[in-house]
């Protein structure tokens, strides 16, 4: 039981709309990490946060977009849905900024984005 | 930038069998490494990892060496088990880049 929880677990949406997804972080974790699992393919970094702060972005377009609240809970919110999107977005947490720079990462089970 | 190139799958092994799985890197600097495993429906998790040249990591039977030379930290097993069956991921993390992961290589362990 890693303690990250994350929702919801499935949703469909189709190409145009806008998505949120959500991230509850483990307990005493201030860093928040996303990721783009698409399918057959390893976790691609999105974005990281640090006590409220973006610290880091990976090579993903503007239209996706997140922010991390005081308890340290997370959302990634993703506008123009296309249909590439489609993918299991996971979200990891780390005990602090230091822990996470060395990939000490706690995954939750994902969020699987269907986009027709 | 940093990548890791891993052992493509599937990877299909009986009982009791020996594993290895491939994998290699490219990274500036002094990288840590890391193993982390997927089981069926649940979310990724570190199995192993090693900080620095030469470090074997170790967890649940599995080992992984730092191999610097090579560039290299293969991931292995001397006798696997059905509850292995899993999605491997081979990642590391270095200089000012964050986890960078392999494509996976998905395991089946037959009795």
């Known amino acids: 039981e890693t303690g990250v929880t994350q929702s919801p677990t499935h949703l469909i949406k189709t190409r145009g709309q806008q998505v949120t997804l959500r991230c509850s972080s483990q307990?005493?974790?201030?860093?928040v990490s996303w990721y783009q699992q698409a399918l057959g393919q390893g976790p691609q970094f999105i974005f990281q946060y640090y006590r409220e702060e973006e610290n880091g972005r990976g090579n993903f377009p503007p239209r996706f977009s997140g922010l991390q609240f005081p308890n340290y809970s997370s959302e990634l919110n993703v506008n123009a849905l296309e249909l590439d999107d489609s993918a299991l977005y996971l979200c990891?947490?780390?005990?602090?900024?230091?822990?996470?720079?060395?990939?000490?990462?706690?995954f939750g089970e994902g969020s699987r984005l269907t986009v027709l | 930038g940093n990548s890791v190139t891993q052992m493509e799958g599937p990877v299909t092994l009986s009982e009791e069998a020996f594993l290895t799985i491939n994998c290699t890197y490219t990274a500036t600097g002094y990288p840590s490494l890391f193993w982390y495993v997927q089981y069926p429906g649940e979310g990724l998790q570190l199995l192993l990892k090693?900080?620095?040249?030469?470090d074997k990591g170790s967890n649940k039977g599995f080992e992984a060496t730092y191999r610097k030379e090579t560039t290299s930290f293969h991931l292995e097993k001397g006798s696997v088990q059905v509850s292995d069956s899993a999605v491997y991921f081979c990642a590391l993390v270095g200089g000012s880049e964050k986890l960078v992961f392999g494509k996976g290589t998905k395991l089946t362990v037959n009795p």
């Open positions: 990891a947490s780390s005990f602090d900024l230091s822990r996470a720079l060395t990939g000490e990462l706690f």
């Open positions: 090693a900080t620095k040249a030469d």
């Open positions: 307990s005493g974790h201030n860093t």
